[in-house]
């Protein structure tokens, strides 16, 4: 390898934090409200980002409250403090309701207790509620330091010297509830709960044929509810911002009875604990018990999740998001001068931006105004963009419309998997057959991708074969990864005998160059000048085109947890370190983002070339750790990382130069990585981009003028992905330039911005590259196109 391509691997970053200082500046971060799973990934990110920059941090113990009484329960953070917090659930700082702080004299005392320790920025992790409190805090600020020193409290040169305050918040909530981000912190994790407890209740309900109405939280927004509905395909869904229509209850019972017909062994509704009818009243799981058991007489049994919900270990999403949003929150009060509005550390897509805090607040108070005033519309509109899609894609995929009020197309489309399985896959499966049923097209499943088209393993797949596919792995169509080009001709036969009009190709790498190669063959077969559109699903997330693939974010979560067990497990031994491998072939995707999640000491990847001097200064690195109360080290590395710095070559060389200091164990975790049932992203991602993926394609059939109609344009073959904040249809052939095929990875990737967040957290030199812009951005309703609001 050469100098310029090392060069061209190597990340750079514009804008860092070089200029920025935390010297001399003290932060007090605190939880309020409810708790959420992240929390403490978040304290852990504005602590040790706090310290990087050279400022002072202080735990504020019990929110508001500890502020308020002050003493012990406002302390100085140290580097150690938050180690091993990443995986615990809750808030290890506390969280407490706190009336004081509602009035001036509690707003006096806390404002007293900040500046005998000189803090002046601080960082709140809360709801609306514990963010609109914060704010208040702020304006009032000067005039409560004029009040304290008029009393002899404080002298005139602490009014000086603290003359103003800077806030900077982050929403931690299971609801996603809080209007401008796509997602809030804890939210991914409590859908994570209540998949684990549906996948549980299917096989007991399908065992003894009975229905299930499960309860969850949202006492104000419908997010759980909807999504969760979505992930396990539930049969009816009750949201407080969109009210079933009058006489829903004898719909429901017809969809149950009908399902129950169709020997359907369970029924799941899924019930937001808000959840109210159109008249503003309340629809309790018990009420739709009863009626189900009065109407139908089915056997029926009530789940109220509860506080299930918020607890347990956060997912690595989670981990991901407030690492990020905590690090960003640091940057925004270095930056902040004192004309700065509050903001809030928000994402958009897949990147952090800041929003000015009222108007998020106010957005969010206008959501549950238009409910209070039987607007539904309005408010379901007022969720955002990504609310309003989720709730059209559940509609369109659990209820069939009859045969004859579907308008047929004539036009068959078929469905094929393509590569290395992904979970994932067979949700996308799911949402493209009815979709494309409901746009009235005959859908075609094709087994063992390519090689089983060539052989014209093709049959007819209705609505009801895809039911209960969204929770399970694998690939139920199977897949392979035989590429098209030596069976082009046989392929282009089955086309013209199965009278195929479109083709969906779901898959990673293979599914790409399969695709090219169909571009490239339909000026010698007329069968293949069809609309195709891919969409990508590999846990290597390297598929040019898309920031992220179906089944990254299922291998992610088995990487982190796995990492969890093995730190746990090093928690009884004193001074070893870990060597995990991870897959992804030459993208260090998985690699980067597990060792951000699960809070690694380093990470190998094939991106960002390394030598026997990075590996020595890890080592030092490790060693010098080993003297702290940190005693264990875990370092990941990417399967492909590098052809002679193999796993056990690393493993080696650590256990050799940490003799007499630490030991080593190694751990190369396979193909577990691709197993598994889907998280709920994975299954969301899936179902939502593939229903897009049909959509194309219905529309480029209802261009054609008749059947005969050949497809040459180079839009009328694409790759379906997200970039930013956006879903593209980008041609396949305009991909090649952005494709380095020989190590099978896109030449450019959005997650190398994230990698400085990884060594910094781990107490490494390393440049953080700050938001593209200083300037707070405008707010928008949430959820732009995914994918972070799924």
């Known amino acids: 390898m050469d100098d310029d391509e090392v060069a061209n691997r190597k990340v750079s970053f514009r804008k860092c934090l070089e200029h920025l200082s935390g010297a001399g500046k003290a932060i007090g971060v605190l939880t309020s409200g409810g708790d959420a799973q992240g929390m403490n990934a978040a304290v852990r990110a504005v602590v040790r980002m706090g310290i990087y920059v050279g400022a002072k941090v202080y735990f504020i113990y019990e929110g508001y409250q500890g502020m308020v009484d002050g003493g012990r329960n406002i302390v100085e953070a140290s580097w150690e403090s938050v180690s091993s917090i990443l995986q615990v659930g809750g808030t290890i700082i506390g969280s407490a309701r706190c009336k004081a702080f509602r009035t001036r004299e509690g707003r006096l005392k806390a404002a007293q207790n900040l500046v005998q320790r000189g803090i002046t920025n601080l960082c709140v992790i809360g709801g609306d509620g514990s963010l609109t409190g914060a704010n208040i805090f702020r304006k009032e ?24 305050l800077n806030v900077v918040g982050m929403v931690g909530s299971i609801d996603n509830d809080f209007c401008g981000t796509d997602m809030t912190i804890g939210t991914d994790s409590a859908l994570h709960r209540i998949i684990e407890v549906v996948d549980a209740i299917m096989t007991t309900a399908q065992s003894h044929q009975r229905t299930f109405v499960l309860e969850v939280m949202g006492r104000h927004c419908g997010y759980l509810a909807l999504v969760s509905a979505l992930a396990c395909g539930a049969d009816w869904v009750f949201l407080p911002e969109s009210p079933p229509e009058e006489g829903w209850q004898e719909d429901m019972c017809v969809k149950l009875s009908e399902n129950r017909a169709r020997k359907k062994r369970l029924n799941i509704i899924i019930v937001a604990e808000g959840a109210i009818d159109t008249q503003n009243k309340p629809i309790t799981s018990e009420q739709i018990k009863e009626l189900v058991v009065k109407q139908l007489g089915y056997d029926t049994r009530v789940t109220i999740l509860g506080h299930v919900q918020r607890g347990g270990t956060p997912s690595a999403f989670d981990r991901i998001l407030a690492s990020r949003m905590g690090v960003e929150a640091v940057v925004a009060l270095l930056q902040a001068t004192p004309e700065t509005p509050a903001c809030v550390v928000s994402l958009s897509g897949n990147q952090a931006v800041r929003l000015p805090l009222v108007e998020c607040v106010q957005m969010t108070q206008d959501v549950q105004k238009a409910m209070d005033e039987r607007r539904f519309k309005d408010a379901v509109q007022l969720r955002g963009r990504s609310f309003e899609t989720n709730l059209n894609t559940y509609k369109r995929l659990a209820i069939k419309l009859p045969d004859d009020q579907i308008v047929k197309s004539n036009c068959n489309v078929a469905v094929i998997n393509v590569g290395a399985p992904a979970a994932g896959m067979n949700a996308a499966v799911r949402s493209a057959v009815r979709v494309g049923i409901a746009d009235g097209h005959k859908m075609l499943a094709i087994y063992d991708g390519f090689e089983g088209f060539a052989k014209g393993q093709i049959k007819e797949i209705g609505w009801g074969d895809v039911g209960g596919w969204t929770g399970q792995g694998g690939s139920i169509l199977g897949t392979k990864r035989t590429l098209p080009g030596k069976s082009l001709e046989d392929i282009a036969a089955q086309m013209r005998t199965h009278s195929i009009n479109a083709l969906l190709i779901i898959g990673g790498f293979e599914a790409y160059l399969g695709l090219l190669e169909l571009s490239a063959a339909r000026d010698r077969y007329e069968e293949l000048c069809v ?32 990492c969890d067990r093995i730190k746990q497990s090093a928690s009884g031994t004193k001074r070893r370190v870990f060597i995990i491998e991870t897959m992804g072939g030459y993208c260090g995707y998985l690699a980067n983002m597990g060792g951000l999640a699960a809070g690694a000491d ?12 990075d590996l020595q200064s890890n080592v030092e690195h ?25 796993t056990d070559f690393i493993y080696q060389l650590y256990s050799e130069e940490g003799k007499g200091v630490f030991d080593c164990r190694k751990n190369v975790l396979g193909h577990m990585q691709q197993g598994g049932a889907p998280s709920p992203f994975d299954r969301n991602f899936g179902t939502k981009i593939s229903a897009r993926a049909m959509q194309w394609i219905s529309t480029k059939l209802k261009e054609a003028p008749g059947k005969g ?8 073959i694409c790759v379906l992905g997200i970039s930013k904040r956006n879903l593209l249809f980008q041609p396949v052939t305009q991909l090649r330039k952005d494709t380095d095929f020989e190590h099978r990875i ?3 990737q959005w997650w ?39």
């Open 531 to 562: 609309p195709m559109v891919m969409v990508p699903a590999t846990v290597s997330n390297n598929v040019p085109g898309s920031d992220f693939s179906i089944g990254a974010d299922t291998a992610l979560n088995t990487i982190t947890d796995t």
């Open 746 to 748: 896109p030449k450019e």
């Open 622 to 646: 490790l060693t010098e750790k080993m003297k702290t109360t940190i005693q264990r080290g875990l370092v990941l590395r990417n399967e492909s990382c590098s052809e002679n710095y193999t």
């Open 752 to 790: 190398l911005k994230l990698r400085p967040l990884m060594k910094i957290l781990a107490k490494y030199k390393a440049s953080y590259e700050v938001s593209e812009s200083n300037q707070l951005e405008p707010v928008h309703p949430r959820g732009h196109e995914e994918p972070a609001a799924i």
């Open 141 to 164: 600020w000067s005039g409560l330091l004029e009040e304290l020193a008029q009393n002899g409290e404080i002298d005139k040169e602490q009014v000086q010297k603290h003359a103003y």
């Open 602 to 613: 380093a990470a190998y990847i094939f991106e960002e070339p390394f030598d026997i001097r």
């Open 709 to 716: 109609k050949r497809f040459t344009s180079e839009d009328s």
